[in-house]
């Protein structure tokens, strides 16, 4: 009988027993050493309440995520469908995120399939370099105005947003509303270079220091980055180190993920993104070195457009294949006897 992505996200955060298969009841005591594994203790209701400021707040621990396929997070021209609604999700599983309305349409599947937000803290870095400005300015703030009811509806935090030129400010640190996002973008000139390596590393560095120093409390974070060229200094380095420190802390596949989504049609911006995403371990001459980036090149008609809800179902997707390759991996080692 198969298993829909928010069962598997329940079963995962309450540790239920299910996902391995019946007959295997000799082997309680190693399945509760791989629980062990797979996850961490809670966070009291308080110490959720009173998570750390920006950029990555100490609340829900690494969990497993519920499965769900990629898409396309391009819309084409021709193609004017709304995302869809989203509902409240169950209370076992969101208690520390508000519901947002209660008159908020019913559509019970497409809600579930984001409850994977509320296990972590949503960054977006957005490219403000001069070739941004214009109709690619105003599609990405549409993008994150569609995304941000949706994060706080699972994540009472909201989402962070940074810029790779503009200073950062804390107004633009837990956003909760579209309207607020609509602000941040309007204040923000688009102008500059495309200092993406420098950027990530100054939000990669602090936030391992934080988990090194608070493993099991540290909730675990999506970097989502938005650009339409070619960075113009080194990104790989940052990315390299900070895949380094997270296996030899023996951090969760997923603790730390990165999704770059290219805008425009930029063709050395589209072999740089599949680069970071295909050689990352191959530059780093590491050839276990963990997959924790994932790109998303241009691939619309003429004229289409990043969408919000694309977006989050490529992040999904990038989440579920780093927890399988895990279960697969773990479920392995149980089978060879390591557990």
Known sequence: MSVSAPTRLFEAIHGRSEEFPAGQANRGSMFGSLKSKLSTKRSGKEAAANASDHPQRQSMPATRRPAAGTTNAFRDPDTRDAPPAYSAAPSAITTTAPILSSTTSQAPEADSAYTFLSTFDTIFLIDDSGSMA???????????????????????????IYFLNHPDSSFAHNVTSASTVHEVFSTVRPGGGTPTGQKLNGILKPYIRRFEAAPETTKPINIICITDGEPSDDVESPLISAAKKLDKLDAPAWQVGVQFFQVGRDAEASKHL???????????????LRDMVDTVPFRGAEGATLTGDGILKVVLGAVTRRLDRKSKELHRSTNNGYF
């Open 134 to 160: 214009g109709s690619r300015w105003a599609e990405t703030s549409r993008a994150l105005q569609t995304i941000t009811p949706i994060c706080t509806q699972h994540d009472k935090d909201g989402i962070d």
């Open 274 to 288: 599949k680069m970071l995403d295909d050689e990352l371990a191959e530059i780093a001459g590491e050839g276990e």
